[in-house]
């Protein structure tokens, strides 16, 4: 698909209203080890991008979120490039320009869950650590909570041979421990660089990264 350009520096224009509000995090694993990279807060909006209407994902620095406080029934807009290696996002827009924000014309909520009050910091995430969410359960009741997140994640079979990788998606929860929607869904495998080496990640990995929070936290 071919969409028309905005300006000379190929930007998108799009514009609509926030469906969801997250955070943008890439993960990488190489075996039993992982690490996050924190790039800022992942939009969804149903509206424009480029003369379609339709869904789509914006990804927005932590400096955009912190000016504009960004949370659901807000109107935004603004130009965007398409992401360049959908390997390595979950976006489809990305470096954000002319972004311009309205706040929503009602603050009527439901009561959580699911989240949707405007996101923390990154820092608040990091400090709270993850568990994995069941994908069924992120796409039907967590896809627009403020704790949920899809990652891309790239996992390096050999570090030995930078060229053998593999890419795939997966979803985690940092909400409250006690949350009722929550469900963690099948052990995630890692390959590893011989034939039939695979490591799992056990529940302990998830009880580890969220200890140090009660229940209700």
Not at 80 to 105: G, H, I, M
Not at 153 to 174: A, G, H, K, L, S
């Amino acid at each position: 698909m071919t969409l028309p350009r905005n300006d000379a520096g190929g930007k998108i224009a799009w514009h609509g209203v926030l469906l969801a509000v997250q955070p943008r995090i890439r993960l990488t694993r190489s075996f039993d080890q992982r690490s996050h990279n924190y790039l800022g807060y992942t939009l969804k909006v149903r509206g424009k991008g480029g003369s379609e209407a339709r869904e789509f994902l914006v990804g927005v620095g932590q400096g955009a979120h912190s000016k504009h406080q960004f949370r659901v029934g807000s109107a935004v807009s603004g130009d965007a490039l398409p992401a360049p290696d959908q390997r390595l996002e979950t976006v489809e827009f990305y470096k954000v320009s002319n972004l311009k924000v309205e706040p929503p014309q009602t603050e009527d909520e439901a009561p959580p869950p699911p989240w949707r009050g405007v996101p923390p910091p990154l820092a608040v995430y990091r400090e709270r650590g993850h568990r994995r969410l069941a994908a069924r359960t992120f796409q039907e009741k967590c896809w627009n909570c403020i704790w949920g997140c899809r990652m891309p994640v790239e996992m390096i079979i050999d570090q030995w041979n930078p060229n053998r990788r593999r890419y795939r998606t997966e979803t985690f929860c940092y909400g409250p421990r006690s949350c009722p929607l929550y469900k963690a869904g099948p052990a995630r495998t890692v390959p590893g660089r011989r034939p039939g080496m695979v490591y799992t990640e056990e529940d302990w990995v998830d009880d580890e990264a969220t200890s140090h929070r009660r229940p209700e936290e």
